[in-house]
T-cell receptor, first 113, second 115 residues
Framework: GNSVTQMEGPVTLSEEAFLTINCTYT??????LFWYVQYPGEGLQLLLK?????DKGSNKGFEATYRKETTSFHLEKGSVQVSDSAVYFC????????????FGQGTTLQVKP | NAGVTQTPKFQVLKTGQSMTLQCAQD?????MSWYRQDPGMGLRLIHY???????DQGEVPNGYNVSRSTTEDFPLRLLSAAPSQTSVYFC??????????????FGEGSRLTVL
């Protein structure tokens, strides 16, 4: 079945450091891929998405490229801020599953001043 | 803008008690779903609905019931709570088009503890 695997956290970085959070997936067909972010005490929010191979999703300085050859969708940001501290979830929607998202386990990011 | 509203935010139950987690959305979304969030396991889909009167099981449906009598509301019922149901529960909704693109709108969550 479909699945998503994220790098384990927590990830602790200093402000302005480069961020990478790895995400790989297993799916049949052509899934859509997503990154969601959960700030403390809140629900999840869509951060970015990519719906086909080689698409790059971007938002708020974050980027991720849909790599079908490596089944990956790694999240990157060139310079993190304290306000980026949150839990980040990689997710996929299978090509035939309307609305049903499969989430990775989440990666906690802590950014220190 | 209310968006997706979940109540209660916190609840403590004893084993065997029943309760209902409420979820309401004011965006006229067709698609609604319930997830549970457990440490190290991400979010797992419990039940979902693609419209009023239509519900289906997700990945972990056992011990939970749902119904969808209106577009706005999608309550989650625990008939006989067990400690394994201690978790944070999230309700999410999406328009039909949004459901096809995976853009879900989440509530703030309901933290349930079963003793």
């Amino acid at each position: 079945g479909n699945s998503v695997t994220q790098m384990e956290g927590p990830v602790t970085l200093s402000e302005e450091a480069f961020l990478t959070i790895n995400c790989t997936y297993t799916a049949t067909g052509y899934p859509s891929l997503f990154w969601y972010v959960q700030y403390p005490g809140e629900g999840l929010q869509l951060l970015l998405k990519a719906t086909k191979a080689d698409d790059k999703g971007s938002n708020k300085g974050f980027e991720a490229t849909y790599r079908k050859e490596t089944t990956s969708f790694h999240l990157e940001k060139g310079s993190v801020q304290v306000s980026d501290s949150a839990v980040y979830f990689c997710a996929l929607r299978g090509s035939s599953n309307t609305g049903k998202l499969i989430f990775g386990q989440g990666t906690t990011l802590q950014v220190k001043p | 803008n209310a968006g997706v509203t979940q109540t209660p935010k916190f609840q403590v139950l004893k084993t065997g008690q029943s309760m209902t987690l409420q979820c309401a959305q004011d965006m006229n979304h067709e698609y609604m779903s319930w997830y549970r969030q457990d440490p190290g396991m991400g979010l797992r889909l419990i039940h979902y609905s693609v419209g009023a009167g239509i519900t289906d099981q997700g990945e972990v449906p056992n011990g939970y019931n749902v119904s969808r009598s209106t577009t706005e509301d999608f309550p989650l019922r625990l008939l006989s709570a067990a400690p394994s149901q201690t978790s944070v529960y999230f309700c999410a909704s999406s328009s039909g088009q949004g459901a096809n693109t995976g853009e879900l709108f989440f509530g703030e969550g309901s933290r349930l503890t079963v003793l």
